[in-house]
């Protein structure tokens, strides 16, 4: 299902947030908390790139990816 890029983007800003919050909660970044919610974020973004490739193209500067 591919949503709007601005839904999606909000989307991957919360769950890049939520992946500090568990980040900083264990120690080790290869907890699988932390790896799951990692594989969310990419799926997201994967989502995101998806739906500027249909729904029409950004700037480098908006892409959530690029931080």
């Given at each position: 299902m ?17 992946l500090?919050?568990?980040a ?42 690029i931080?």
């Amino acid at each position: 299902m591919v949503h709007n890029p601005e839904t999606i983007q909000e989307c991957i800003e919360k769950a890049r947030q939520r992946l500090y919050q568990i980040a900083n909660t264990h120690a080790e970044l290869w907890h699988p908390e932390v790896i799951r919610q990692s594989m969310v974020l990419d799926e997201l973004i994967n989502e995101y790139n998806k739906a500027i490739r249909i729904h029409g193209k950004t700037t480098r500067d908006e892409s959530p990816g690029i931080r």
